[in-house]
């Protein structure tokens, strides 16, 4: 594995000379374009000719002139080129979009995203950026920008956090890590939202940096992920590698009708991250009809509902509803396991009430709710600063 120096790439580039492209700068490709926001990376080794990509579970074995998976890490030269220096998409999120439901709730978070992934799910909601020279129809913008922009961005915006996500932010870690390090030095806590398609490589890399990693869990059917392109036993030990590396984990799964959301399957699933920790919150989101897969229905607040009664009947602790504000009662709160009283109320994106100690505790009987909390959530927004708990696009 290569070492990266502190925050490398190119200088900071003047507001006329960033571009944002449709699909590529003009007279190139969107391949070449990215192709010129590149650094030498550090997941990688030199093997029989060929470099061995650390960055994910594919572990590709790519040759000159070829890439990855992926497709964005390529071997020119006989080294790794890696994603640097621009973003697809920059925002400031509400940090229960993540969702993080115990992390600093109430809070923004800079969330920054580049093109790629090493999947290619038929119902993904962010396949414009991630199916980037993949899909001839993703086709998204990309801004130049250095760390030291995007966090100075993050901070005019409030954000308490900072996350890569919006892509496969694993193919892109090099990146990733280069604006962690100046949001750890602007005093941002880090995390990481990803498919879990990970290496031992790319996690111990990323540790130092990072405090959350939320993964998705697709379902708990190895032939149906395949289908996804990844596999399933690869994710579920991402699981157990985050939560060893005393990260704190959160776990998402989309319900999709009649792909992941049988009885026996949902309990399956729950099961294997009560086998992990009990304390590992779990979500399970609404599907709509996107990118390919548009047959299935959306999933109703009964479904969601069914599911997280599966997931507390099989002994998980913190089990959410999501993306369904309003419509599934007491799942999107936060309660005590122990008296069961509600610690954290919430609507969608906003916290309506906070009721943890300063330590983190129950104030009822003191039970300690696994998580990283501030001494208070910040206040939910009424009125007309309602939009401050909705996604806003920053200014870079």
Same mark, same amino acid.
């Given at each position: 594995?290569?070492?990266?120096?502190?925050?490398?790439?190119p200088?900071?580039?003047?507001a006329?000379a960033?571009?944002?492209?449709?699909?590529?700068?003009?007279?190139?490709t969107l391949? /070449?374009?990215?192709d010129?926001?590149?650094?030498v990376?550090?997941?990688?080794?030199?093997e029989?000719g060929?470099?061995?990509c650390?960055a994910?579970?594919?572990?590709?074995?790519?040759?000159?002139?070829?890439?990855?998976?992926? *497709? !964005?890490?390529?071997?020119?030269?006989?080294q790794?080129?890696?994603?640097?220096?621009?973003?697809?998409?920059? &925002?400031c999120?509400?940090?229960?979009k *993540?969702?993080?439901?115990?992390v600093?709730?109430?809070?923004?978070a800079?969330t920054?995203?580049?093109?790629?992934?090493?999947?290619h799910?038929?119902?993904?909601?962010?396949?414009v950026?991630s &199916?980037?020279?993949?899909?001839?129809?993703?086709?998204?913008?990309?801004?130049? !920008?250095t760390?030291?922009q995007l966090?100075?961005?993050? %901070?005019r915006?409030?954000?308490r956090?900072?996350v890569?996500?919006?892509?496969?932010p +694993?193919?892109?870690?090099?990146w990733?890590?280069?604006?962690? &390090?100046e949001?750890?030095?602007a005093g941002?806590a880090?995390?990481?939202v990803s498919n879990?398609n990970?290496?031992?490589?790319?996690?111990d890399f990323?540790?130092?940096?990072?405090?959350?990693y939320?993964?998705?869990?697709?379902g708990f059917?190895?032939q149906?992920y395949r289908?996804?392109?990844g596999?399933?036993?690869h994710?579920l030990?991402?699981?157990?590698?985050?939560?060893?590396r005393?990260?704190?984990?959160?776990v998402?799964?989309?319900?999709?009708?009649?792909?992941?959301d049988?009885?026996?399957?949902?309990r399956? =699933?729950a099961?294997? =991250?009560?086998s992990?920790?009990r304390?590992?919150?779990w979500? #399970?989101?609404a599907?709509?009809?996107?990118? *390919?897969l548009?047959?299935?229905?959306?999933?109703?607040?009964? &479904?969601?509902? %069914?599911?997280?009664?599966?997931?507390?009947?099989?002994?998980?602790?913190?089990?959410?509803?999501?993306n369904?504000?309003?419509?599934v009662?007491?799942?999107?709160?936060?309660?005590?396991? %122990?008296?069961? /009283?509600?610690?954290?109320?919430?609507?969608?994106?906003? #916290?309506?009430?906070?009721? +943890?100690s300063?330590?983190?505790?129950?104030? *009822?009987?003191?039970?300690?709710?696994?998580g990283l909390?501030?001494a208070e959530?910040?206040?939910?927004?009424a009125?007309?600063?309602?939009?401050?708990r909705?996604? %806003?696009r920053?200014?870079?």
């Open positions: 594995m290569r070492t990266l120096p502190s925050n490398p790439g200088a900071a580039p003047s006329a960033r571009t944002a492209t449709g699909s590529a700068a003009a007279g190139s391949a /070449e374009a990215l010129r926001h590149t650094v990376g550090t997941l990688w080794r030199a029989n060929r470099v061995r650390l994910c579970g594919h572990r590709c074995l790519i040759a000159e002139g070829r890439r990855g998976i992926c *497709k !964005v890490r390529f071997n020119r030269g006989g790794l080129h890696v994603p640097f220096g621009y973003v697809a998409g920059a &925002q999120d509400p940090v229960e *993540k969702p993080f439901y115990h600093y709730p109430g809070s923004n800079l920054f995203g580049m093109l790629g992934c090493d999947f799910c038929s119902y993904c909601q962010n396949w950026t &199916q980037a020279l993949r899909d001839p129809a993703s086709r998204a913008p990309i801004e130049e !920008v760390p030291a966090v100075a961005a993050g %901070r915006a409030n954000a956090l900072a890569s996500s919006y892509n496969e +694993l193919i892109t870690a090099e990733a890590v280069a604006v962690f &390090q949001a750890r030095a941002m880090c995390a990481f879990g990970a290496t031992p490589e790319a996690l990323l540790q130092p940096w990072i405090v959350a939320k993964i998705d869990l697709k059917n190895a149906r289908t996804l392109g596999t399933l036993d994710v030990e991402s699981i157990r590698m985050v939560h060893a005393g990260l704190w984990l959160e998402v799964t989309l319900l999709v009708p009649g792909f992941n049988s009885e026996a399957e949902l399956d =699933l099961r294997f =991250l009560a992990v920790s304390d590992i919150p979500h #399970v989101t599907f709509h009809p996107d990118y *390919k548009t047959g299935p229905p959306p999933t109703t607040a009964a &479904q969601l509902i %069914r599911a997280a009664e599966i997931g507390a009947a099989e002994g998980l602790r913190f089990v959410y509803a999501g369904a504000p309003g419509r009662g007491h799942w999107e709160d936060t309660r005590c396991p %122990r008296c069961h /009283e509600t610690l954290i109320s919430r609507h969608g994106f906003c #916290v309506r009430a906070y009721g +943890l300063a330590d983190g505790k129950c104030p *009822k009987c003191g039970t300690a709710i696994p909390w501030a959530a910040a206040p939910a927004p009125g007309l600063d309602s939009f401050n909705f996604p %806003r920053i200014r870079l």
